[in-house]
């Protein structure tokens, strides 16, 4: 997997982050993990998808 997808996807979460502690919303440590792990799991199912399609 490509880095710029691993610092994409820390970026966004920090920035999600960010968007919660200006509308003051609370914040936890785990929030963070759980958006890391899904933006892992949805580019793995793109991934998955890129590799069927170019079979075909």
């Known amino acids: 997997m490509k880095i710029d997808i691993w ?3 820390i970026i ?5 982050f ?3 502690a ?3 919303e609370p ?3 785990y929030l ?3 958006l890391i792990v899904t933006g892992l799991y ?3 199912i793109i991934i ?3 590799l069927k399609d170019d079979r075909t």
């Open 42 to 44: 949805i580019n793995t």
């Open 32 to 34: 963070l993990v759980l």
């Open 7 to 9: 610092i994409g996807m």
């Open 22 to 24: 200006f509308f003051g």
């Open 12 to 16: 966004s979460a920090i920035l999600s």
């Open 48 to 50: 998955i998808l890129k």
């Open 27 to 29: 914040l936890n440590w």
């Open 18 to 20: 960010a968007i919660a």
